[in-house]
């Protein structure tokens, strides 16, 4: 579909960018493992030696495929075994997370907070995604991973990107988004959507990326009710991680009532969603 044109110019545009940002390239292997995913008939042995040339790759597929996460209730003790019982398109958003991380969490960008938050977000999308929503579990997952991915890639492009995060974290409301922009003509939301573009994500993820922070797209029709769906969920999720961490919610406090609404949930299905989850951020092979 079409995107809209948007009805707030905070959001941003790729020709208002007043300094690059540098984005990470695809890595070798996600190009290797997407291109095979995306035959019409894939080879699993392919697949698998793929993932086997890296070691570390193929040690955290196994680990997060025995996790809570897929909650197969049988241990996994191979790659392929991993790839056939979590299906193919959750192993490329999977392995899309650990090249993300590998790729991003050094140097000005190895934010520890950022990263377990990231972690969360991801495994709370999947969960709920499975729960409440049409949307494919792993186009949730994989707009968790992306949806904030912009802050350590700002972090490592503005050397007062740390400030700007500081001051936001002190806002009472939702007003990241117009911050970064005054301080840096640019946004974490636009960025991430680039990064998610660039490697190749689909493009609902992409523009649901873009438009996280706007909730109004939750209500309107002209965008896809996938895109809507992912916001909506993003909103529960937040909430249930800022109640994880004791905090309050922002996102939930401007946004949850719309999120609630989209998801055609009651209020009482969201608090048991998010005790869920709460429970499961508990668990120590969470994700």
């Known amino acids: 579909m079409h995107e809209p044109k948007p009805t707030h110019s905070h959001q941003g545009t790729t020709a208002e960018l007043a300094r690059p940002v540098n984005i990470p390239p695809r890595p070798a292997l996600l190009i290797a493992l997407q291109r095979e995913i995306a035959h019409e008939d894939p080879s ?20 997060i495929s025995n996790s809570a996460m897929f909650n197969l209730n049988r241990h996994i003790e191979n790659v392929q075994d991993a790839i056939t019982l979590i299906g193919l398109n959750n192993c490329n958003a999977v392995i899309t997370r650990l090249m993300a991380r590998r790729a991003l969490a050094h140097g000005r960008m190895m934010m520890p907070r950022f990263w377990d938050v990231s972690e969360k977000r991801s495994w709370g999308m999947m969960y709920v995604a499975r729960q409440t929503t049409k949307v494919a579990p792993e186009l949730a997952y994989n707009f968790g991973l992306f ?57 609902l993820v992409v523009l649901a990326i873009k438009k996280h922070h706007s909730y109004e797209v939750m209500t309107d029709s ?37 999120a609630t609404e989209t998801l055609g949930l009651t209020t009482a299905d969201v608090d048991d969603l998010c005790e869920n989850l709460r429970e499961k951020f508990l668990l120590p092979n969470a994700a």
């Open 44 to 63: 699993i042995k392919k697949i698998v030696q793929l993932v086997q040339r890296d070691a570390a790759i193929a040690g955290n597929l196994l680990a």
């Open 222 to 258: 002209a965008f896809a009710p996938a895109v809507r769906e992912m916001i909506a969920v993003f909103c529960l999720v937040d909430q249930a991680i800022q109640q994880h961490r004791h905090a309050v919610s922002i996102e939930w406090l401007e946004g949850g009532e719309i």
């Open 147 to 203: 949806c904030d991915i912009g802050i350590p890639l700002m972090m490592a492009s503005f050397l007062d990107y740390g400030d700007t995060l500081t001051v936001a974290n002190q806002l009472e409301h939702n007003g990241f988004i117009e911050l970064e922009n005054s301080r840096h003509r640019i946004n974490h939301a636009l960025v991430g959507a680039m990064l998610a573009e660039h490697w190749h994500a689909d493009p």
